[in-house]
Every structure is written in structure tokens, then in C-alpha cells.
């Protein structure tokens, strides 16, 4: 598969804007290295700008982990350090200036970072990137998902696993499996938004009825880290004026792709999440 020209032809005169300026709300004390894989991967993947939203008693620890070329915004904390409600007020105003929105590795399950996921997705109209505990928030309450219908055209991506699908739908995990092309495209129309249904065999299906089975990535990549790179480079392809659909099937197969590269040098068995991200470029080239 090429990549589409518009991700791999720069004007002379191009500046970091016309690349996509991300947001990333992600990470909480035991988990902040999901929200460092994500903004690397959307920065290798051509993203413009990145900046990680984070609890700020994590900020210093950050720092000296993320990408150099990241950015970080300290938000209101919780005791447990989850970012809390009380961010709200500081993202919508931040949000003003952001393209994308990444929204939920690493992020925790407590009430108040769930109640901030919520109120995001239903209030803020940006294009979002929705994975992981920012999909747990939503599954947690079945009627804001509805509400999410009314909201068509809107590029809202979903990218679950077949344990968040199930919660997303109230089906068993066997159920999903059994019919994962099905399901997926019927998720995809009820609720207006594209879906990144992962797994062997990645499937994206959106609400015009449009779907792809990815045929890319090895057993090697069921490794803690990988979805969430994967959400980087889902944004930073929606940054770069990709359509959710497209962003999403054209990630899935680049992913899957270093990750076949990472596992010829590495192994499956030895295979982590920052291997797929530094065989990036060597995807991109094969894909160019």
C-alpha cells in the first residue's frame, strides 16, 4: 500500500502549523509512559505540533522522558494523579488552537477523569482520537454514547480492543470475535464515527459503510504500548488533512508494517512498543 501523496509532499514554504497541531490528555502515575509512546509516534508520523496534557504533580518526571520536541501541559489533578474535572476549563480554552485530539492511554479509570473524558467529547467539536481509558469513560455511560449520534460529520475515531468493544456494545468478547467485520460496521453507523476495531486482522469500518482488514503486524505486536502508538499516528494523519477513515486504515497498515520490520530484527518474542515506533521510517520509505 503507497501512502497518499499530501503526507509525503511538503511545499517549500510548509510551516509546523500545516502539519496538525495534536493534543494528547493521557497518562496517570502508574501509567505515564502511554502518553510518551503516543506523542513520539504522532511526531515520527509527520505531526506538526504534540503536546501531552498531563496530572502536573507528573510533569517533572515527564520532562525527562517524552520526545524533546513535545510539549506538555500541567492540568488539574486528582489526589490518586489522574487529570481531574477541574482541567476542563484549561483544555476548552487550550483547545482553541488544536487540530486533534488524542484522548485516553494511560489515563485511569477514576470518577473525575472519567467525568473530564465526557465532558470533553460532548462539549469540545474538535476531531478526535478516543482509545483505551478514554473508551472505558465512555462505555461507563451508555447515554452519553447516544447523545454521540446526533453529532454526524464529525471526525470522531474509536480505536477499541476486542475487552473495550465488548464493553462498548455489551456483547461478550467471544460475540465481537465471532463477528468483528459485522460488528464493527455496525457500531461504526449507529454512532456516526469511524472504528478501529484492533486485533489480528485489524478491521475499520465508518459510518458510510466503508471497511478495511488489515493485513500487516504479528502476534510479536500484542505488547503493552502498541494501540497507543497507534493512536499517535491515527492523529497526526487526521493533522495532515487525512479524513478519519482514510488516517485510520492508512495507520493501521503502517503500524502493522514496522511492526513486521521491528520483529524481523528484534523477534516477536522480544518486540516492545517503542520497536515499532523506531521502524517508522523505514515503513514510511517502503510505503513512499
Known sequence: MRLPPRLLRRRPDAHKGDFGRIFILA?????????????EAALRTGAGMVTLGIPRRLNSAIIKIKPKEAMTLPLGETRDT???????????????????????????????????????????????????????????????????????????????????????????????QSS????????????????VLKGHNTVVADERGRAYINKTGNPGMATAGSGDVLSGIIAAFIGQGLDSFEASKYAVYLHGLAGDLAAKEKTQLSLIASDIIDKLPQAIKKCS
Do not use: W
Open 27 to 39: 497518562g496517570s502515575a502508574p501509567f505515564s509512559g502511554a502518553a510518551v509512546l503516543c506523542a
Open 82 to 176: 489522574t487529570t481531574s474535572l477541574k482541567a476542563y476549563g484549561k483544555i476548552r480554552e487550550f483547545a482553541k488552537n488544536i487540530d486533534v485530539f488524542v484522548i485516553g492511554p494511560g489515563l485511569s479509570c477514576r470518577h473525575s477523569t472519567q467525568a473530564l473524558v465526557q465532558k470533553i467529547v460532548l462539549s469540545l467539536a474538535k476531531p478526535m482520537v478516543i482509545d483505551a481509558d478514554g473508551l472505558n469513560a465512555l462505555a461507563a455511560n451508555q447515554a452519553l454514547l447516544k447523545k454521540l449520534k446526533v453529532k454526524k460529520g464529525r471526525a470522531l475515531v474509536f480505536t477499541p480492543h476486542p475487552g473495550e468493544m465488548s464493553r462498548l456494545t455489551g456483547l461478550s468478547v467471544k460475540q465481537v
Open 180 to 195: 468483528r467485520l459485522k460488528i464493527a460496521r455496525q457500531f461504526a453507523k449507529s454512532y456516526n464515527l469511524t472504528l
